[in-house]
């Protein structure tokens, strides 16, 4: 059915503009803009499903352009399909640059489940490279959520044995939760405090350690944050600017003076 006024609702024209999205970027596909409008035609279908099949097709015949893949991405995750999309990941660990544009996008967004399930892919896929196991620690710790932290870990562990990074931190976060699930029963007594200040000393050396060897993404994710904190302080000084200019300016004492008119005088001096 048809709006009030006659035409095609949002929706419908959303629906109605795929076969121009897909002609567009099979045309053009290294193109960002007609990807967006493609995953959201299809979102509004409640089709997401459709566009993670066109685009498998398409990341398969286009291999040399990591374009469709970063957005096959996209639509595993706004499907909510974590496990589909450390799927793409290890079937695609070619594209380094697309999974580094995903977790910059992830991590700005703070969306932590979709950063984990890249995450923990790339790090079965290079066990070796510590950097992928620290941006994940870090991704469990902004999401807040130790229970699965552990339980994450657990699981990367047994599929990595030999990485002693990973056995680490799994030791580190499984330390803070005996601690936080012991804090009510166990007594303050010398023992468990020297325990307690042990584990936090540890934590703090695995942190520092961590915040040594700061690899690309995590400067160019610090570089991102700082411009954008800086182009939002810009935002505001000139909106304080055009506030302070539309404002009248404050009439000078001299100007009061030069603006009496004469009424004449009553001395009478001649």
């Not at 892919?121 to 290079?126: P, R």
């Not at 330390?175 to 405090?193: C, N």
Request: glycine letters at 8%; proline letters at 5%.
């Amino acid at each position: 059915m048809r709006g009030l006024f006659g035409g095609p609702r949002h929706g419908e024209a959303e629906i109605g503009q795929l076969p121009r999205l897909i002609k567009s970027i099979e045309r053009d596909p290294g193109r960002d803009a007609a990807y967006i409008e493609l995953l959201q035609a299809y979102e509004s279908k409640g089709d997401l499903d459709g566009a993670i099949v066109y685009l498998t097709g398409l990341v398969d015949r286009m291999r040399k352009i990591e374009v469709p893949y970063r957005y096959l991405l996209v639509a595993y995750n706004r499907k909510g399909d974590r496990a589909g999309l450390s799927k793409m990941v290890r079937l695609y660990p070619r594209y380094e640059a697309a999974h580094d544009w995903f977790l910059m996008d992830a991590y700005m967004k703070s969306d932590w489940d979709g950063a984990i399930a890249v995450l923990g892919a790339l790090v079965q896929l290079h066990p070796d490279e510590e950097r992928w196991s620290r941006y994940l620690a870090t991704a469990y710790d902004n999401k807040g959520d130790l229970e699965s932290t552990v339980a994450g870990l657990t699981r990367l562990v047994e599929l990595c044995p030999a990485s002693d990074d990973l056995r680490q931190q799994l030791e580190y976060y499984r330390s803070r939760k005996i601690g936080l699930e012991a804090r009510p029963s166990v007594s303050d007594s010398p023992t468990s405090r020297s325990d307690t200040a042990a584990s936090m000393a540890a934590g703090r050396g695995f942190q520092t350690s961590a915040a040594r060897s700061k690899t690309e993404f995590e400067k160019n994710l610090e570089l991102k944050k700082k411009l954008a904190d800086i182009d939002a302080n810009d935002r505001e000084r000139k909106r304080i600017d055009h506030v302070l200019r539309s404002r009248p300016r404050p009439v000078t004492p001299w100007e009061k003076f030069k603006g009496i008119k004469p009424t004449g005088s009553r001395d009478g001096f001649g």
